[in-house]
């Protein structure tokens, strides 16, 4: 009886650190799940930057979006970054993307996500030949690099990951 006792003793502590252990599983299955789809809005949302897909990119933006300009004081909406896009648009055309993931982080049970990474980008300057603030001239057709680094914000509203602000640094030519 007391060999039987002792067995059922360990057999119910197996079930139960069995089940802990696949419970924790699940937990962390489901995290790094939301954590792809958020960076697959992060990839569609450079995607599009490159493609120069304009209904596309904006299709990201909560109606509530908010981010520092970056030679403001103001507050970029989602109507101002679209009102700018023609602009930066006119004189460069993006060339490659490439993004370096560097930390997720999940918030809220799951609804809000901040995406941590960088981005390399070459785009060639189309427009009229210029000179920039370190004084060096750009030439219409230069191939130029930048390296950016990117802190968004995101928020799951119906099932969609919705871009809602966040932080850029300005662009750093290697």
């Known amino acids: 009886m007391k060999k039987l006792a002792i067995f059922l003793s360990v057999f119910v502590i197996y079930i139960l650190n069995t089940s802990v252990v696949a419970q924790e599983s699940k937990v962390t299955s489901d995290e790094e799940k939301l954590k ?24 990201i933006y909560h109606p509530d979006f908010r981010r520092w300009s970056l030679h403001s004081k103001t507050l970029m909406t989602k109507e101002i970054f679209a009102s700018f896009w023609d602009g930066i648009k006119k004189n460069e055309a993006v060339v490659k993307i490439d993004i370096e993931r560097k930390e997720m982080q999940l918030l809220e049970e799951g609804r809000i996500a901040i995406a941590h990474y960088t981005v390399d980008e070459v785009y060639q ?9 370190q004084g060096k001239t750009i030439e219409k057709g230069q191939l130029l690099n930048g390296k950016l680094r990117f802190s968004d914000i995101y928020l799951k509203v119906n099932d969609q990951w919705q871009y809602v602000g966040g932080h850029r640094d300005g662009a750093f030519l290697k």
């Open 36 to 59: 792809e789809e958020v960076w697959e809005v992060v990839k569609k949302r450079n995607s599009t930057w490159l493609e120069n897909d304009f209904a596309g990119h904006m299709s």
């Open 125 to 133: 300057w189309i427009g009229e030949n210029k000179t920039n603030d």
